[in-house]
């Protein structure tokens, strides 16, 4: 059964940075691409980033270049998403899932002074 578990999430003042991690089973995780969304209250899912199989090319949307990196251990079937100068407009849950799947329950992340 394929499984997502999101963590990392938090509380975090503006300017801060979070790690998240996307721990996946139930699939064979370097055959897929895997991505990362989020979700703030009230507001539409935004996809954040992507990544390749093996890791060689990254996505970002408009908002998050430059301060959010993607990454992947496929020894660990994992995915993370590194987030840097973190803005009160970045507070979503966060989820995860590989391409053609289904998001993960997703990690809650706060900016807030």
């Known amino acids: 059964q394929e499984q997502l578990v999101e963590s990392g999430g938090g509380l975090v003042q503006p300017g801060g940075s979070l790690r998240l991690s996307c721990a996946a089973s139930?699939?064979?995780?370097?055959?897929?691409?895997m991505s990362w969304s989020r979700q703030a209250p009230g507001k539409e899912r935004e996809w954040v980033a992507t990544?390749?199989?093996?890791?060689?090319?990254?996505t970002y949307t408009d908002s998050v270049k430059g301060r959010f990196t993607i990454s992947r251990d496929n020894s660990k079937n994992t995915v993370y998403l590194q987030m840097n100068s973190l803005k009160p407009e970045d507070t979503a849950v966060y989820s995860c899932?590989?391409?053609?799947?289904?998001w993960g329950q997703g990690t809650q992340v706060t900016v807030s002074s």
């Open positions: 899932r590989r391409a053609s799947g289904r």
């Open positions: 139930g699939f064979t995780f370097n055959n897929y691409p």
């Open positions: 990544i390749s199989t093996f890791g060689s090319t990254t």
